[in-house]
């Protein structure tokens, strides 16, 4: 039998707003870059299925935070929507506050302890229309927003986080078309990189004034590096990767600067960002006291060839390629790599590095499509390959927590499957199977799984399991 998990090990599961709330202009919600996006082109979204089409939270989470207690969970993370608590950037909507409320204590009354984050990808239009996180207001924007939702859920919310994989709205929505507002630009990104670090510490600033009950973090989507061999030009080309892809959040967000390899990268290409006087001691400011790490697959590079390097760069691929590492295992699905050992890594990193921070798990899954295929007579899901790659994660964090990793929970993605940005309903992720025609949530097989998991606190392993019924 495997050794149990520390006493108060976080399980839970994972989500965002809009993802999951729904109510899209209800209760004096007003539109995101995603809302907006879809009305104006429709057909870049999988099967029509656009931000309206969520889980319908806002409506339900009455029932749902029952059915996170059905199977054990003792926390849950999700996020405000900026667009439904403040409307129009400055007025506090007094139903937002209500339905807020409302939610977390349900949680809580639950025992499920509710860790908010405060941005998942969800630019409100308003703030878009004035340039987003190119626009240095955006930073004091950030700031109001977030001092006031730790003012009216403070007392219920003692996990925040400020940012949900910050580097990725900066890739997808400066470096390709998969988040608006789409542009190719890599000086753009980097500005926007910069004023998102600066709007992350100025929120652990308003945090750190207000002096409330909890703790404050950052959700950064932290991957090992893997170099293709040990010669020196492919080495050079991991440590780029690591400092651009993992180092550029994760220095500032636990040392409050930027790493020296960055800041030189970024001079010798002419792509340092714009700054003002004080952005250097802000930074410094916004050091926290917890890691949230998305975790799904590792990033693995070799050498550009010398002959097709641009200087200066045009693009990320000239400072690092992708290696197509032979013996990979992949989830065909999703495209991604599936490597459990990677997650050990990272927690090794954390704690040799970053002076073994306390980090949880905030995000691990994997997406399969047409799941219906595997459902028995009731309708059950039998997702032994869900349970398989969670069993062979958690295997490895609890390695790295034997070997004095400060890792104090971990959360699937996600609770209920959920909307997908651009892929919609494509792929599914949930414990929760989502009939999408009823809004109906049945528990799949590994929601049974996870249930007697958390209850001994120690895994279980498939071949030990035969329940889903």
Same mark, same amino acid.
């Given at each position: 039998?495997?050794?149990?998990?520390?006493?108060?090990?976080?399980?839970?599961?994972?989500?965002?707003?809009?993802?999951?709330?729904?109510?899209?202009?209800?209760?004096?919600?007003?539109?995101?870059?995603? &809302?907006?996006?879809?009305?104006?082109?429709?057909?870049?979204?999988?099967?029509?299925?656009?931000?309206? %089409?969520?889980? %319908?939270?806002?409506?339900?989470?009455?029932?749902?935070?029952?059915?996170?207690?059905?199977?054990?969970?003792?926390?849950?993370?999700?996020?405000?929507?900026?667009?439904?608590?403040?409307?129009?950037?400055?007025? @506090?909507?007094?139903?937002?506050?209500?339905?807020?409320? &409302?939610?977390?204590?349900?949680?809580?009354?639950?025992?499920?302890?509710?860790?908010?984050?405060?941005?998942?990808?969800?630019?409100?239009?308003?703030?878009?229309?004035?340039? *987003?996180?190119?626009?240095?207001?955006?930073? &004091?924007?950030?700031?109001?927003?977030?001092?006031?939702?730790?003012?009216?859920?403070?007392?219920?919310?003692?996990?925040?986080?400020?940012?949900?994989?910050?580097?990725?709205?900066?890739?997808?929505?400066?470096?390709?078309?998969?988040?608006?507002?789409?542009?190719?630009?890599?000086?753009?990104?980097?500005?926007?990189?910069?004023?998102?670090?600066?709007?992350?510490?100025?929120?652990?600033?308003?945090?750190?004034?207000?002096?409330?009950?909890?703790?404050?973090?950052?959700? @950064? %989507?932290?991957?090992?590096?893997?170099?293709?061999?040990?010669?020196?030009?492919?080495?050079?080309?991991?440590?780029?990767?690591?400092?651009?892809?993992?180092?550029?959040?994760?220095?500032?967000?636990?040392?409050?600067?930027?790493?020296?390899?960055?800041?030189?990268?970024?001079?010798?290409?002419?792509?340092?960002?714009?700054?003002?006087?004080? &952005?250097?001691?802000?930074?410094?400011?916004?050091?926290?006291?917890?890691?949230?790490?998305?975790?799904?697959?590792?990033?693995?590079?070799?050498?550009?060839?010398?002959?097709?390097?641009?200087?200066?760069?045009?693009?990320?691929?000239?400072?690092?390629?992708?290696?197509?590492?032979?013996?990979?295992?992949?989830?065909?699905?999703?495209?991604?790599?599936?490597?459990?050992?990677?997650?050990?890594?990272?927690?090794?990193?954390?704690?040799?590095?970053? *002076?073994?921070?306390?980090?949880?798990?905030?995000?691990?899954?994997?997406?399969?499509?047409?799941?219906?295929?595997?459902?028995?007579?009731?309708?059950?899901?039998?997702?032994?390959?869900?349970?398989?790659?969670?069993?062979?994660?958690?295997?490895?964090?609890?390695?790295?927590?034997?070997?004095?990793?400060?890792?104090?929970?971990?959360?699937?993605?996600?609770?209920?499957?959920?909307?997908?940005?651009?892929? *919609?309903?494509?792929?599914?992720?949930?414990?929760?199977?989502?009939?999408?025609?009823?809004?109906?949530?049945?528990?799949?097989?590994?929601?049974?799984?996870?249930?007697?998991?958390?209850?001994?606190?120690?895994?279980?392993?498939?071949?030990?399991?035969?329940?889903?019924?």
């Amino acid at each position: 039998m495997a050794n149990p998990f520390p006493e108060h090990f976080f399980w839970g599961a994972a989500t965002s707003a809009p993802q999951s709330e729904g109510g899209q202009y209800e209760g004096g919600r007003s539109a995101s870059t995603w &809302d907006k996006w879809f009305e104006l082109e429709p057909e870049n979204f999988n099967s029509n299925q656009g931000p309206k %089409n969520t889980t %319908n939270v806002f409506d339900r989470y009455k029932e749902d935070t029952k059915l996170m207690s059905d199977i054990n969970l003792n926390s849950y993370r999700t996020s405000i929507s900026w667009n439904r608590l403040l409307p129009d950037g400055k007025t @506090l909507n007094p139903q937002a506050v209500q339905y807020y409320r &409302d939610y977390f204590k349900r949680l809580r009354d639950q025992g499920v302890e509710p860790i908010i984050n405060l941005f998942h990808f969800d630019m409100p239009w308003w703030l878009m229309e004035k340039g *987003g996180w190119e626009n240095r207001e955006s930073i &004091d924007h950030f700031a109001f927003y977030a001092r006031i939702a730790f003012e009216q859920f403070g007392d219920l919310v003692h996990y925040w986080t400020t940012f949900n994989e910050p580097i990725v709205h900066v890739t997808c929505g400066y470096l390709g078309e998969y988040h608006w507002p789409k542009v190719n630009n890599l000086k753009r990104a980097v500005q926007v990189a910069h004023h998102t670090n600066l709007a992350h510490a100025a929120a652990v600033v308003e945090f750190r004034k207000l002096g409330i009950e909890g703790k404050i973090g950052n959700i @950064l %989507n932290l991957s090992p590096v893997y170099a293709k061999s040990n010669q020196a030009e492919d080495l050079q080309a991991k440590l780029n990767a690591e400092t651009l892809h993992v180092k550029s959040f994760l220095e500032p967000t636990v040392n409050g600067e930027y790493p020296e390899h960055l800041i030189t990268l970024l001079k010798d290409n002419d792509l340092l960002p714009h700054t003002l006087d004080g &952005d250097k001691e802000l930074i410094s400011k916004g050091k926290v006291d917890f890691l949230g790490v998305n975790y799904y697959q590792p990033i693995r590079v070799e050498a550009v060839p010398t002959d097709e390097v641009n200087h200066p760069a045009t693009s990320l691929g000239d400072f690092s390629r992708h290696y197509n590492w032979p013996e990979k295992k992949m989830n065909p699905y999703r495209g991604w790599e599936i490597y459990p050992e990677g997650i050990y890594d990272i927690a090794m990193m954390i704690k040799e590095d970053y *002076g073994n921070i306390p980090f949880y798990i905030s995000e691990n899954g994997m997406g399969v499509s047409e799941e219906e295929r595997f459902a028995d007579d009731k309708g059950i899901i039998q997702d032994d390959y869900r349970i398989e790659f969670i069993y062979d994660h958690l295997a490895n964090v609890q390695k790295a927590i034997d070997a004095g990793a400060n890792c104090f929970g971990y959360h699937l993605w996600t609770f209920i499957d959920c909307w997908s940005w651009l892929n *919609g309903y494509r792929n599914r992720y949930g414990f929760y199977r989502l009939i999408l025609e009823t809004g109906e949530r049945i528990p799949k097989k590994s929601a049974f799984w996870i249930k007697d998991v958390i209850q001994q606190n120690q895994l279980i392993k498939l071949n030990q399991y035969d329940k889903g019924e």
